[in-house]
């Protein structure tokens, strides 16, 4: 008996790694950011109105109980909402795609072999403005509108028999920074008579699963490029050319630019500013002053600030370089400083004030010229923005964590094993002693 037991504790071990590797929390699944839309949105719309009533479902309507299917959004970073609404915030490589799940054979809804989705031939909406055509088996609208206000209505005739099935979830599409408005509209029957089969007449009824929601790209940065070479501006650069502002498409940023310059002075040269006003993508810039330019990003409340300095004078330069104020640098220079070409400058003792760094003013440090955008997320190329983490980890993040895991889990059992087997071994010779 007693040379079972290390067996038992192995077979103990085992089980309990088997429950780590496969326990939810060292897995992470492709829905991990799925959203649901539209739920507890369905409407009796009536018949033949444009779907325009908003009749609650009640216990004697036959759609009572159930749904046809749901809603949801993918491949987003965080939500956030506006006015009751949810906001997508994506970030560089997020794909933002709306699915749609359908739950129910539309010949036989609910288990009911009588109850069925009819082709609705005359059908209209009149809240979202699609004009009056063969509808099918289910329409679905997606109405998008953008920063300019500028509306583009898509519609899918047929869709509950053309493009869902109860199989597999069916990808509506992909979506781009705006604001959506989603419905879809279907029309059920049943008949009013049954005799053994024979079905003179239907009774018709129209539904509705309306929602919205908004996608908004989650940087809070800008790209000052000159406007003569083409070069990207980094924070704290200078230019005697000139610059324009590039948002890399992310058009709901909320972007304020203020300009100084230097005048004389009974006390010598000091800053003056000579404007403080909203900026807007592809403004150009190109007379003399240092510009500060301040990013905010009203959904994830993070701000970016550059600043660049146009022209060619020397203390301006510094004052944008390193940030110190126009006095400390004209004491400076008094005191036999230098100013470098980068705008640095070299005290006559002591070491050189540098010039300040991209990161120290909140800008992303990867490749994100806007020549090179991303026509899906609407951002430039280059590492992920950090102003909105990602709430979970990635697939492939997963699987590394499970491979640990089951690594970790493996080494448990073998030292384990090792354990059991040698405490064993010493109590069968002191029985073969005793015998």
Known sequence: ????????????????????????????????????????????????????????????????????????????????????????????????????????????????????????????????????????????????????????????????????????????????????????????????????????????TDYQITFEFSVRNGNSMVFPFDVKTGEELTNAAATPNGFRLDLARSRYLDIDIRREVLNESSSGLVEDTRFNKPAKDGSEYTDEGTYTITVHNRYTDQETEKTIYVGTDEVLKAHAATGRSISSINSMLADGATIAEDGSIKPVNGPTIGVESDNAAGTDSGDTGSNESDGQSGQALGDAPSDVPAPQLDTEAGRVITGLAAVIALVSVFAIFRRTRRASEPSQINTTEND
């Open 1 to 204: 008996m007693m040379k079972t037991q290390p067996y038992r504790k192995l077979t103990t071990a085992f089980l309990i790694a088997s429950m780590v590797v496969l326990s939810p929390a060292t897995q992470v699944f492709a829905d991990d950011t799925r959203y649901q839309l539209g739920e507890d949105s369905l409407v009796n719309t009536g018949k033949d109105n444009g779907f325009s009533r908003t009749d609650a479902i009640t216990k004697d309507d036959v759609h009572w109980g159930w749904q046809i299917g749901g809603f949801y959004v993918s491949d987003f970073t965080r939500v956030t909402e506006e006015d009751g609404n949810p906001v997508l915030l994506k970030n560089v490589g997020d794909e933002v795609a709306l699915w749609f799940e359908q739950e129910q054979d539309i010949d036989r809804l609910n288990g009911d072999d009588s109850l069925s989705v009819a082709e609705d031939k005359n059908g209209w909406d009149q809240r979202l403005q699609v004009a009056q055509q063969n509808f099918g088996r289910g329409m679905l609208i997606v109405k998008h509108t953008d920063y300019k206000n500028d509306t583009k209505t898509t519609v899918y005739s047929d869709f509950l028999s053309a493009e869902a099935t109860t199989t597999a979830a069916t990808q509506v599409g992909l979506f781009e920074e705006g604001d959506y408005e989603v419905a879809l509209d279907y029309e059920l029957k049943k008949p009013r008579i049954n005799l053994f089969g024979w079905k003179p007449a239907y009774e018709y």
